[in-house]
């Protein structure tokens, strides 16, 4: 859907041309969208580990005309404009797929064990069509578009990865946008809906407890100490945080994921290892439950005589969305797309539709947001009662690729309006 009509902006009215644009051409690239996409979605890798899938990228950019630079261990970045002064705006795809098998009904399923089961192969297919739109407005981009293109999302490493190798500097970076699609949503293919200021996405931190006991035979507990008992009783000690010692409104997940321990029914084993996952919304809160979880494990262990060592791995904060950011972007894609296509968390919630968005996946594009001004922007891929009821992570997930149009004209659009606008 084209916007046909002019819109008021910040620095006077933009007519429907350049939006009318960038859709059409957008729509132009549907063959290559799904093609890039059904490449991705075929050859996935995880965390680090996409050589694959970063060599595909990089080729399709050096076609393209761009010359794309490693970024991090296994990232990647490009830059469209620059032939015009300005500020530089950054657009992010992350790459890396999950370690599941996929079940989907697709003709271009994975096969190697991986699958790309949060749609992050969408992201990228959308990012290399931003990329062919850029390239042919190249000479009208007021400033610089730095293209971010991301591994190891997943767990949490490849932004501050990438950051730590200078990805918000040469040039430096003055605002950022992410996209995820978003499967089994109840709204429209391909409505974008721009968050709220604020947090919009919770802090995450991997845990794991080490209870060490003292194995024995399996008749005889008495002469040891049995770390199973001592694990189950911490599994359930530390759901007393967010039930008795955090407030109503202050939102948490401790989650256990795995538990690991023994080879024999008839043996009580020297050790058990546990892991999870822990989400808060504010840094306050993030610190406390870490704290509590530690003091609770070491506590209850300390109790029934064996010991308990709790190591955090990866996370990230919480995203922040910037509020200047939020409105302009939210201004930007109603101009695209319309009225009916474009929406932000506010009216969604004045309809009664939040539920649909209701969510407490963490995002490590969060790293990038407490360094930059920056704006999480959700895309609708795949209504319930259309054959998408499976949620993300799950190994039937399926994606609507008509949302690609959509998806790879915003990222390309508001990045060059908001260039314009900020020159």
């Not at 549907?30 to 890798?45: E, V």
């Not at 809906?193 to 845990?207: E, L, Q, T």
């Not at 439950?289 to 506590?299: D, T």
Request: glycine content about 10%; some cysteine.
């Amino acid at each position: 859907m084209v916007y046909t009509d002019t819109v008021d902006i910040k620095e006077g009215r933009v007519s429907k041309m350049l939006a009318g644009t960038f859709l059409g051409e957008a729509e132009k690239l549907q063959d290559t969208l799904i093609a890039d996409r059904r490449y991705l979605h075929q050859n996935p890798g995880t965390g680090f580990d996409i050589e694959d899938t970063k060599s595909y990228v990089k080729k399709q950019l050096t076609d393209m005309g761009y010359e794309p630079m490693d970024c991090g261990r296994a990232g990647m970045i490009a830059l469209a404009g620059g032939k015009k002064e300005g500020k530089t705006f950054l657009v992010r795809a992350d790459m890396d797929g999950l370690p599941i098998k996929e079940e989907a009904d697709v003709s271009f399923a994975s096969s190697n064990g991986c699958m790309h089961a949060c749609g992050h192969d969408m992201h990228t297919a959308m990012l290399l069509g931003a990329a062919r739109l850029l390239k042919a407005h190249e000479d009208e981009i007021e400033g610089t578009v730095k293209l971010m293109f991301q591994p190891a999302e997943e767990i949490f490493e490849g932004s501050i990865d990438m950051i730590k190798d200078g990805l918000l500097q040469k040039p430096d970076v003055d605002a950022a946008l992410m996209i995820h699609v978003m499967a089994g949503m109840p709204l429209p293919v391909g409505t974008v809906v721009v968050s709220a200021p604020g947090v919009s996405a919770p802090a995450a931190d991997y845990f794991e407890i080490k209870v060490k006991g003292k194995g024995c035979h399996g008749s005889m507990p008495n002469t040891g100490i049995d770390p199973l008992n001592v694990a189950a009783h911490i599994l359930i000690a530390v759901q007393e945080i967010h039930a008795r010692e955090l407030a109503l409104g202050e939102r948490a997940v401790l989650t256990f994921g795995t538990i690991h321990a023994g080879n024999a029914a008839n043996v009580i084993p020297d050790s058990v290892v546990m892991g999870g996952s822990i989400r808060t919304f504010d840094d306050e809160n993030r610190a406390y439950v870490k704290k509590r979880l530690v003091e609770i494990a070491k506590g209850v262990a300390n109790t029934f005589r064996a010991e308990a060592d709790v190591e955090f791995g990866s996370g990230c904060p919480t995203l922040l969305n910037d509020k200047d950011l939020a409105e302009s972007t939210f201004a930007y894609a109603k101009e695209l797309l319309g009225k009916k296509n474009a929406q932000s968390v506010e009216q969604l919630n004045q309809n009664g539709n939040q539920g649909g968005l209701k969510t407490a996946g963490s995002e490590d594009f969060a790293h990038v947001s407490h360094q930059v001004p920056s704006i999480m922007i959700a895309l609708a891929a795949g209504e319930p009662d259309k054959g998408y009821q499976y949620p993300q992570h799950h190994p039937m997930v399926k994606f609507d690729e008509k949302a690609l149009i959509n998806g790879c004209a915003i990222y390309a659009y508001v990045a060059m309006r908001w260039l314009k606008d900020h020159k």
